[in-house]
């Protein structure tokens, strides 16, 4: 199991209540994951993030070999932008990870991997860099860097308060290198998160970064761990490995059925890996869909889990990928794979719950109004 | 009925000393003739948290020690409540579903789950004291 470098910190100034993540302990919770949610939504909170992977690539061939790994055109990506988020396919199309890329210029990219998927993709990136010979270097800066998402609509104010008020003028997705908050420098800030709010992810070395945690905490900025990060996600609809997607065509339908959405597919585009498979599905058309399920009100209390599932007038339709507790909505929604004969939006659906069955609607993402 | 606060690394956990406990982290309390109250303990919802739904046992069913009595959603997990002891269920508490963060706020007291009706004093009496549990406490990993 692997620990952050700043774990030590978040248990014992913090008070975190730590459990495993995607092959890392990681904080759960620090007082309670609804306070830490409202927190993100109203006001502003911060989480550890170091569990993601961090990556550079470098070399006169790191476009093409990002054209071939991924669905979308990253040759249209701006220099000190990130990219993404977009899809690594294998060759049934299915996903192997969703990830963002920031390009620095032609030849130098960084890339963020999901924490269970880290050592995978370097794995994969260095067989293809191999096999096509493509002059490519990739570099893993997970353990070299923490990193640190600040998430809220005053998050900007927070970095503003701390001297660094440039951050406000960073354009959606934009990022900045070497940069300087309360006296520290800090390699990588960007306007950009996983929360579906306003805020930005930094990246430093990891004194700075526990100097830039205490600087918060001095502020008042609350601490949020990985249930949070969670209920948040679902709540914008977004997803996670294992969950909504996976590499096994058994498990998982293709691609397209994720409805992955903001552009991380581009049509337009050729010679990706599983584009093959990918337009095959899209050809035929899927038998699978991603919706959201929103519990009734009645059965505000109930969460769907992973595995749980789906029918209409005693017909089994699809199953339950994600669930969780909206504090927002406040009752239970998830994610799930539906039938698309049966995908029909706002209409009723059943799932089954320890044997009993509660009555949800589908639904679209987000969950909530953004 | 007094409070005892243990401490564990940086963590206080509440064992009360008036009750028996188990493995699994429910409380059980003998009530007056045959009546025990069951709950879970101040470690099993510093565990879970953010209880926000609570499925309770049936008035009149029948459980075995080690049956799901109860079943707590927490924003991270579903988690099972087993009872304690053998019996018949003759109260459930009603105020946990609309208030299921009393098992979060008052596990040991408002926070009760269910009396039940028990054939088997020596069943109760083999439970874990209060010492037992607070050394089980310390066994395990923080």
Redesign the interface.
């Known amino acids: 199991m692997l620990r952050t470098l700043l774990l030590d910190y978040h248990?014992?100034k913090l008070?975190a209540?730590t459990g495993e993540f995607g092959g890392w302990i990681v904080p759960?919770?620090y007082t309670?994951?609804?306070e830490e949610h409202m927190a993100v939504r109203r006001n502003v909170g911060f989480f550890d993030v170091s569990h993601m992977g961090r990556l550079r690539l470098k070399g006169s061939d790191v476009i093409s070999f990002i054209q071939y790994v991924y669905t979308r055109d990253l040759e249209k990506t701006k220099e000190f932008f990130l990219s993404g988020p977009t899809l690594a396919l294998n060759q049934w199309a299915r996903v192997k990870d969703d990830e963002m890329l920031y390009r620095i210029s032609d030849e130098d990219w960084l890339v963020v991997t999901n924490a269970p998927y880290r050592e995978k993709m370097i794995n994969y990136f260095r067989e293809i860099i191999e096999s096509r010979k493509y002059r490519v270097e990739v570099e893993d800066l997970t353990f070299k860097y923490a990193m640190i998402a600040l998430q809220g609509p005053k998050a900007p104010e927070i970095m503003e308060s701390l001297g660094a008020s440039w951050a406000s003028d960073l354009r959606i997705l934009e990022f900045r290198m070497n940069e300087e908050i309360a006296g520290s420098k800090y390699y990588l800030v960007s306007r950009s998160g996983w929360t579906g709010e306003d805020g930005f992810e930094i990246w430093g070395e990891s004194k700075a970064i526990q100097a830039l945690m205490e600087k918060l905490i001095e502020k008042g900025v609350k601490p949020c761990g990985v249930?949070a990060r969670d209920?948040l996600r679902m709540e914008m609809g977004f997803v996670l490995g294992e969950h909504e997607y996976g590499e096994d065509p058994l498990k998982f339908p293709c691609a397209l059925s994720l409805r992955y959405g903001l552009g991380a597919i581009d049509w337009g585009k050729h010679g990706f890996v599983g584009e093959e498979a990918l337009r095959t599905c899209r050809k035929e058309g899927v038998r699978w869909i991603r919706v959201g399920i929103k519990m009734k009100k009645k059965f505000?209390?109930?969460?769907p889990?992973q595995g749980y599932r789906l029918f209409i007038e005693g017909v089994f339709v699809g199953w339950i990928t994600s669930g969780?507790?909206s504090p927002v909505l406040k009752r239970?929604i998830a994610q799930a794979y539906i039938d698309s004969r049966y995908a029909l939006f706002g209409e009723p659906v059943d799932i089954e719950v320890?044997g009993k069955l509660y009555s949800g609607k589908i639904a679209d993402f987000p969950f909530i109004s953004k | 009925m007094t409070k005892i606060e243990v401490q564990i690394g940086?963590?206080k956990y509440i064992v009360m000393d008036d009750r028996k406990y188990t493995k699994t982290d429910e409380w059980a309390k003998l009530e007056e003739g045959n009546r025990v109250r069951i709950g879970i303990t101040d470690y099993a919802q510093?565990?879970l948290?953010?209880i926000?739904?609570?499925?309770l046992p049936e008035i009149d069913s029948e459980v075995s020690k080690g049956d799901v009595v109860a079943?707590l959603?927490s924003?991270?997990?579903?988690g099972d409540v087993y009872s304690p002891i053998s019996g018949k269920i003759v109260e459930a508490n009603e105020r946990l579903?609309d208030e299921?963060e009393l098992l979060n706020t008052d596990p040991y007291g408002d926070g009760w789950i269910a009396v039940l009706e028990i054939k088997d004093p020596d069943e109760y009496n083999k439970l874990m004291t209060p010492e037992q549990y607070i050394e089980y406490l310390k066994k395990r990993k923080h």
């Not at chain 1, 505000?300 to 969460?303: G, L, N, S, V």
């Not at chain 2, 926000?52 to 499925?55: H, Y």
Request: hydrophobic fraction near 35%; aromatic fraction near 2%; charged fraction near 35%.
């Open positions: 248990v014992e008070g209540d759960m919770k309670s994951s609804i249930i209920s505000a209390r109930i969460i889990r969780s507790f239970g320890r | 940086n963590k510093k565990e948290r953010d926000i739904g609570v499925e079943t959603e924003v991270k997990a579903t579903l299921p």
